[in-house]
């Protein structure tokens, strides 16, 4: 059984990418940021689900005491299962047994154990993590604990109530990151929230996608790798729009340079100060539909942009403390959705970020918006919101 981790609030738009993307996967149970499934899919096709933060793959579960003294049952219990069960990380192919752990260089394998624990006990998370190190040593003894971040094998216990899960970190740090140095910008969303987004999107071969304000550009490069028509996205901070385009541009020694080469539109300057124009076109018979991005500066209150030439917008709105001062708020967004009116075709759809949720609730009246789900993201609350054209 796998675990993957995911921002409060998005359990359910994880289970159905996993239920899309994974071969017979079954989901076991979801709790407050977590999805436990199981599949007997290649352990490299979990790599596909980009809503989670991280994947883990489950040891084992059993049931715990409230005690400190119960730890000495946590110890032995764990010191019972084996560590570098499930995938070999190595080949991300098959499961391995017990060699699923570094042979190349020859020193001690180093471990590091993070707990958590939900529930009246009288031992700290602290006391269980320890406990669980015991365990592993007692199975180990030739192992090393490591330092938090540096480590070969990551194992995690959590406990809620009486019941423990004791699993073992499948991705790296840098999964969630994208594996890449990117430019984050102040109010830049995590990759795994932006990919949340644009999944409730339902990316379609023949959309036109835009993220009016798309800062660093997090959404867009979540769009891009699934098909699509065109990918648009704008902002009016200079600074901000180098940093998207560093990021979606990167220099080819990076091998993420972009194909353009299937493209039913005319070439549009990307220089960030002329204004592309979206135009009806074909794809050619037998192009794959990679997506054409273009990168703008622009106001989203007036896109340069022709009536009724969108398919879907997804965006994270400036929030008030990040962005924009609070007095402005209502202002941008009404300009916005009157824009957003104009410009998205029916039935066109916007899934859009925001905490400032009464100015979009009453900016976005008569597109009837629809609250979807509310997130729990750097100590806000705010709300995935849906509107429809026609
Ligand atoms: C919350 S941030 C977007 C962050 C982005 N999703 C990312 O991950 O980097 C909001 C962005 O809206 C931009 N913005 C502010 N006013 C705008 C306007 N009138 N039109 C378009 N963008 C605007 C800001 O410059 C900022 O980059």
Redesign the pocket.
């Known amino acids: 059984m796998y675990l993957a981790t995911v921002l409060p609030g998005l359990e359910s738009v994880l289970v159905d990418e996993v239920q899309t993307k994974i071969s017979e996967a079954t989901i076991q149970e979801t709790a407050r940021g977590k999805v436990f499934f199981a599949s007997p899919a290649p352990w490299g096709q979990l790599l596909a689900l980009r809503t989670a933060d991280n994947l883990f793959h489950v040891l084992g579960s059993f049931r715990v005491g409230p005690h400190r003294a119960d730890l000495a049952d946590v110890r032995a219990t764990v010191a019972a299962l084996n560590p570098v069960a499930g995938p070999d990380l190595a080949s991300r192919q098959a499961p391995a047994a017990d060699t699923a752990v570094p042979r190349r260089e020859r020193r001690p394998v180093t471990f590091f154990v993070n707990a958590s624990r939900t529930g009246r006990h009288t031992y700290s998370r602290f006391e269980l993590a320890e406990a669980a190190t015991r365990g592993v040593l007692d199975r180990h003894p030739s192992w090393r604990v490591g330092e938090p971040t540096v480590h070969d094998v990551e194992l995690r216990l959590d406990v809620t109530g009486d019941v423990a899960i004791f699993s073992r970190r499948l991705t790296p740090a840098s999964f969630r990151f994208r594996g890449r140095e990117r430019y984050?910008?102040p109010?830049?969303?995590r990759p795994p929230v932006?990919h949340a987004l644009v999944w409730l999107s339902r990316p379609a071969p023949d959309d036109r996608f835009v993220?009016?304000?798309?800062?660093?550009?997090?959404?867009l490069a979540e769009r891009l790798p699934y098909p699509g028509r065109d990918v648009l996205g704008?902002?009016?901070?200079p600074d901000?729009l180098r940093?998207?385009r560093s990021n979606l541009f990167p220099p080819p020694e990076q091998g993420l340079g972009r194909s353009i080469a299937c493209t039913a539109m005319p070439p549009a300057d990307t220089d960030g100060n002329a204004p592309g124009r979206l135009g009806p076109g074909a794809l050619p018979p037998g192009c794959i539909p990679t997506p054409r991005l273009t990168l703008l500066r622009?106001?989203?209150?007036r896109l340069p942009l022709r009536d009724g030439v969108v398919d879907k917008v997804v965006?994270?709105?400036?929030?008030g403390r990040?962005?924009?001062g609070p007095d402005?708020i209502d202002a941008?967004y009404r300009?916005?959705v009157a824009e957003l009116r104009r410009v998205l075709a029916p039935p066109g759809e916007a899934l859009l970020?925001t905490d400032q949720v009464d100015a979009l609730l009453d900016a976005a009246a008569p597109l009837r918006p629809e609250p979807l789900f509310t997130l729990s993201l750097k100590g806000l609350h705010p709300q995935i919101i849906r509107l429809r054209q026609g």
């Open positions: 984050f910008t109010a830049a969303l932006a993220d009016p304000f798309c800062g660093s550009g997090t959404i704008g902002d009016p901070a901000v940093a998207a622009w106001d989203a209150r965006t994270n709105l400036p929030f990040q962005v924009l402005k941008v300009g916005f970020l």
